[in-house]
Nanobody
Framework: QVQLVESGGGLVQAGGSLRLSCAAS????????IGWFRQFPGKEREFVAR???????????DYADSVKGRFTISRDDAKNTMYLQMNSLKPEDTAVYYC???????????????WGQGTQVTVSS
């Protein structure tokens, strides 16, 4: 099993930046994708960004259209940590952000597991 712990959320004004971290531990060797999702009150979790890698360890990043050009996903293998740099934040980015892992190359939340506890991001106007 993989354990994930998110951190870095908080309150920021519109146009500001935050960096979220997702620290992974446990059996990480079976992971093919690690991603960020967010959840608005009363809504399903939605895809934000992911890093996936092929059998040849070629990495590929993917983003939801709503965050392209503003958010950047990255990883530090030595620290087993993934980051989400969020710039030009908007009030509509306000949500609880989660990281999760998948044994598939996918952006579908249903194929992810090991969900962390989430971190609240609030963007004020």
């Amino acid at each position: 099993q993989v354990q994930l712990v998110e951190s870095g959320g908080g309150l920021v004004q519109a146009g500001g930046s935050l960096r979220l971290s997702c620290a992974a531990s446990g059996r990480t060797f079976s992971i093919r994708s690690i991603g960020w999702f967010r959840q608005f009150p009363g809504k399903e979790r939605e895809f934000v960004a992911r890093i996936s890698w092929s059998a040849y360890r070629t990495y590929h990043a993917d983003y939801a259209d709503s965050v392209k050009g503003r958010f950047t996903i990255s990883r530090d293998d030595a620290k087993n940590t993934m980051y989400l740099q969020m710039n030009s934040l908007k009030p509509e980015d306000t949500a609880v952000y989660y990281c999760a892992t998948s044994s598939s190359i996918s952006s579908s939340a249903s194929l992810y597991g090991g969900w962390g506890q989430g971190t609240q991001v609030t963007v004020s106007s």
